[in-house]
């Protein structure tokens, strides 16, 4: 099995599966029979009466190399076919494969809780339109081919070109950027397929969404993004995490610690790491005073993904200058936490190693540092409730749901949020239940 590499290619979230979890739903689908006659020119001035009767038993996607948004549709057939008078088994076994493009087809208009218009789109198999069958080949014999070929091209839009039972993929998007929560809820929304080439079935079909990043990424996905134990996951990426609630949780703590308070939003904000394509980090601008006996300051904080750790990395590094007694202290903490669900899929952050020092090497001095250091567990207490906080009901699926509300897959019954892991950006494995 091909390596998969987990990034964000500039895209706000990804909903992601595998070709064989697809197909397995596919598998669902009721058979579709095709009784039709038509009359095809095989070259012109030669009319041939062609006679369908034939069975298509459910679609299977074979995710074609390359990638890209083509994918093949294998359609199981049997049955028989008469060209003119002569009577032609298809013998049970025989496929047809169909080269096409998934189709968006909008479902519904709903209206959100706060206001905003959001359309349902589906991704569907769709053989309606004119151009939606690129190309169409088969293992039968060649005598059938040719004319089967355009009759099966007709047949096929007017029996199955409108049945959206042919569904892959479901999600919503809304076209009010004015909402607070903005942050997960597409506006716009596109796919692709990504080839496994060392296991077929391993293959990805991804919904690629934009939130608040107003350009669409990059669709140039060489690996998979799903590892060997995923057949879904949501990424969510890493900007949205640190920006949408890593930062305004920062903000708010040093505030209430800041002499100037009101400041801090301009002191601290998410910038690109250079030489790290698509990764961000949380940094402070410039020194900010603490509202503490002695006048410490914070002389740098950050946040990002240390992706060796696959963790959350917090560090502060506070200083302080006792110039009665001409001593400067300067303490810092550097935390790594990783997610956790237990068994009632309750989310938490666990630190999972911490480094701290200090300058100062007088013991009666601790009081000092105790107090300098102070905002980092109330700092770290208050990122976790923030992002595993589900108490905002017009979020639209908040940190700890995004996963099962980003996307709908086929026959989707129940969805699971397995684990959530940070090796660049936030993955969510899902298990969904049909």
Not at 15 to 34: G, H
Not at 295 to 310: G, K, L
Not at 341 to 358: A, F, P, R, T, Y
Not at 372 to 388: K, R, S, Y
């Amino acid at each position: 099995m091909a390596s998969n590499v987990v990034t964000s290619n500039g895209w706000d979230l990804i909903a992601a599966a595998t070709q064989d979890a697809l197909n397995a739903q596919l598998a669902k689908l009721p058979l579709v029979n095709i009784n039709m006659k038509t009359t095809q020119a095989i070259v012109p001035g030669l009319d041939v009466v062609i006679d369908l009767h034939i069975r298509l038993t459910a679609p299977q996607l074979r995710i074609r190399p390359g990638s890209g948004h083509q994918v093949d549709v294998l359609l199981p057939l049997s049955g028989n076919i008469t060209l003119n008078d002569a009577l032609l088994p298809i013998d049970t076994g025989e496929q047809v494969i169909i080269t096409t493009e998934l189709s968006e087809i909008e479902a519904q208009v709903t209206h959100a809780p706060n206001g905003a218009k959001q359309t349902t789109y589906h991704l569907v198999i769709d053989f309606e339109r004119p151009d939606a069958i690129v190309d169409i080949s088969t293992t039968i014999n060649p005598l059938i081919y040719a004319p089967l070929v355009l009759a099966l091209k007709e047949a096929i839009k007017t029996a199955i070109g409108k049945n959206h039972q042919y569904q892959v993929a479901s999600y919503t998007i809304t076209n009010n950027q004015a909402s607070q929560y903005q942050a997960l809820i597409p506006y716009v929304a596109d796919f692709t397929f990504v080839q496994d080439s060392t296991n077929a079935g391993r293959s990805n079909l991804l919904v690629l969404m934009q939130t608040v990043t107003p350009i669409k990424g990059s669709f140039a996905f060489f690996s998979p993004v799903l590892a060997p134990d995923q057949n879904f996951a949501v990424i969510m990426s890493n900007k949205l995490l640190l920006q949408y609630y890593i930062l305004p949780a920062l903000i708010s703590k040093i505030q209430g610690m800041a002499k100037n308070g009101s400041a801090v939003p301009g002191q601290i904000n998410v910038h690109s790491i250079a030489g790290q394509q698509y990764m961000y980090e949380i940094a402070n601008t410039g020194d900010i005073a603490l509202n503490k006996d002695h006048d410490p300051w914070i002389s740098q904080i950050t946040a990002s993904i240390d992706t060796n750790m696959q963790a959350l990395c917090l560090f502060l590094d506070a200083k302080a200058d006792v110039t009665f007694l001409n001593i400067h202290v300067d303490a810092w903490d550097r935390s790594w936490l990783q997610f956790s669900i237990d068994n009632k899929g309750n989310i938490s952050l666990v630190q999972v190693k911490e480094d701290k020092n200090s300058s100062s090497s007088l013991d009666w001095w601790e009081w000092l540092i105790a107090i300098i250091l102070g905002p980092i567990p109330l700092i770290i207490t208050a990122i976790m409730d923030a992002i595993v906080s589900n108490n905002e009901p017009d979020l639209g699926g908040s940190f700890a749901t995004v996963g099962q509300n980003l996307v709908t897959w086929p026959n989707q019954k129940t969805v699971i949020l397995k684990k959530i892991t940070t090796p660049n950006h936030v993955v969510f494995t899902l298990d969904v239940n049909f």
